[in-house]
């Protein structure tokens, strides 16, 4: 080989070597980054599952009604008997049988809910025969197969990590929040955040109620909602149940989990007999996914009612799981921090619960 020969050789394997490391390189950065993301802690998920669209029958696409009692309520069902949907008497949050999803929070339990049902609400409270009513047909033409956003989806758009969601005025209406700010006074397992977090201290926007109250903001509260805030949130704010500004006069969902439980508004599923222990309801089998719990954890609020949540329905092993926004998970959660998030058995928030009611 000649030393000109020599000189042109040498690019070509610097060249070769170069390739081989950049490819390795490349290779352990990806294996590295498969390692992280194993051993990152996963956010609250909603996964997907199935076909589209629910089941519209029957094999002959046929579909009957029939009415039910305790509560009084309208099924839907397929020809071979499948529930395709439920409608109770006086209230407006529906069931709909529909494409499956799983519902989880791998950083903080093993729960999983798996569930092919889809809560909505209805634009006015149901009545037997309203089947036949030309507003209730158009809804349900609507909605019935839907993957527009349910009550569900929008209550996993505030959980851990959930990504940003803005309108079109760049206002931020949905993504990860907080139970509220920290609590000067306050210390683990002690009120280490304080409460009374709205929609509208989470949206950092003023906003007026139907009976002419406009309530503003508190800046250390931005992107934080408490208990009822959340539900509040997700039924009223987004999904557009009615409002009020307080727990007192007028129609609409209250302010507080007390005021909630102790209004006439929806349909009580779960009656309150008292806040006792002895008033714990001894059967929940009635419950549907949608309905508001209400929760008694704090013997310093007297007779009032402090806790309160959204159930969703039968985990993979049976639990009765429901999600709420609480100080110790900081935010909306179906986790263990502070209780397991079921309501059978006898673990806290379990033998806390006192009522429920379907909106």
């Not at 499948?82 to 049988?97: H, I, W």
């Not at 539900?231 to 500004?245: D, E, N, Q």
């Not at 309905?291 to 009612?305: A, M, P």
Request: overall charge positive.
């Amino acid at each position: 080989m000649t030393a000109k020969s020599a000189r042109r050789t040498r690019p070509l394997l610097h060249a070769t070597v170069v390739t081989s490391l950049l490819a390795a390189s490349a290779y352990f950065t990806y294996e590295l980054r498969k390692e992280e993301q194993a051993a990152a802690p996963a956010a609250m998920r909603v996964t997907d599952q199935g076909p589209k669209g629910g089941a519209k029958g029957g094999q002959d696409g046929t579909q009957k009604w029939e009415r039910l009692k305790s509560p009084e309520r309208s099924v839907l069902r397929s020809g071979d008997g499948a529930v395709l949907a439920v409608f109770t008497d006086g209230a407006r949050t529906a069931t709909l049988t529909g494409k499956s999803r799983t519902f989880s929070e791998p950083a903080t339990t093993q729960t999983r809910v798996v569930t092919d049902d889809w809560v909505r609400l209805l634009p006015e409270a149901w009545r037997s025969g309203a089947e036949r009513e030309q507003w209730f047909q158009d809804w349900f033409k609507k909605y019935y197969g839907s993957e527009e956003d349910d009550l569900f989806a929008t209550a996993f758009q505030y959980g851990d990590q959930a990504p940003v969601k803005k309108d079109a005025a760049g206002v931020q209406y949905a993504g990860d929040a907080a139970f509220g700010p920290i609590n000067p006074n306050g210390s683990v397992g002690n009120d280490l955040r304080l409460e009374q977090s709205d929609f509208y201290d989470y949206l950092g926007t003023s906003y007026t109620f139907r009976d002419g109250t406009t309530a503003q903001p508190e800046k250390p509260k931005y992107r934080a909602l408490d208990c009822s805030g959340f539900i509040r949130t997700v039924f009223g704010y987004r999904a557009r149940f009615p409002l009020m500004s307080g727990d007192t006069g007028g129609t609409g969902l209250p302010r507080t989990a007390n005021g909630m439980a102790r209004s006439k508004t929806g349909v009580d599923i779960l009656p309150l007999k008292g806040v006792t222990a002895r008033d714990r309801p001894t059967s929940i089998d009635v419950l549907q996914p949608g309905d508001l719990l209400f929760f008694k954890l704090d013997g310093r609020t007297g007779q009032r009612l402090d806790h309160t949540g959204m159930y969703l329905g039968n985990d993979v092993e049976g639990h009765k799981i429901f999600i709420s926004s609480r100080e110790e998970a900081n935010g909306p959660t179906i986790g263990d921090k502070g209780g397991a998030s079921r309501l059978d058995g006898n673990g806290y928030y379990a033998a806390a619960l006192r009522s429920a009611k379907r909106l």
